[in-house]
């Protein structure tokens, strides 16, 4: 069971029921960068598990909720892009960190845009495909007695125009003779 909200500095204990107006605040905080952890417990907003709770019980409130994230992702990346502009000399190692911050925030608020498989899809998504090529090898030895690796190569494939008996028939004047006889 999630904790219960704790109380304030008077010992008051505020339970907030959910409000399509609450809702709404929850979600446009989150889109701009705020961390529920920082909001939750605070003034009008629930408990950090009550938004959990919220999300499994409202349907609406889970897409407002997951189109927030999204939103959050998208601002994350902007502010990543700020912050490694205005990186200095003096701050290029604090900036690395805050930037490397903020893109892994983006790419678990939005996997599907700024995580390791969007990039591997590039901007239009589509499938990956992964190919396996297997090969070969044996130990050689060459003729003055040194030891090498070479690479064994498969049959080649036989043409399927090609007949590997010779007894195919055709017709007259096909068997290259012109005539002649044998």
Not at 88 to 93: K, L, M, N, P, R
Not at 103 to 114: E, I, M, N, S, T
Request: hydrophobic share 35%; aromatic share 8%.
């Amino acid at each position: 069971m999630p904790a219960k909200k704790q109380p304030d500095a008077n010992g008051v204990r505020t339970l907030i029921r959910y409000s399509p107006e609450v809702a709404q605040e929850i979600c446009e905080r989150l889109a701009q960068g705020e961390v529920w952890f920082r909001i939750c417990n605070t003034g009008r907003m629930p408990s950090y598990g009550t938004l959990y709770q919220w999300r499994a019980k409202h349907p609406e409130f889970a897409e407002a909720y997951a189109q927030a994230k999204e939103m959050c992702a998208d601002f994350r990346a902007d502010k990543a892009l700020v912050v490694a502009e205005a990186a200095t000399a003096a701050t290029v190692s604090a900036d690395r960190l805050h930037v490397s911050a903020l893109q892994w925030r983006a790419a678990k608020g939005a996997p599907h845009l700024y995580g390791a498989k969007a990039e591997a899809n590039g901007a239009g998504g589509g499938e990956r495909r992964l190919v396996i090529e297997v090969r070969r090898f044996e130990r050689a030895t060459r003729p003055d007695g040194t030891v090498y690796v070479r690479e064994v190569l498969p049959p080649p494939e036989p043409d399927d125009d090609e007949d590997d008996f010779g007894d195919e028939v055709g017709e007259a004047g096909d068997d290259g003779l012109d005539g002649e006889i044998l």
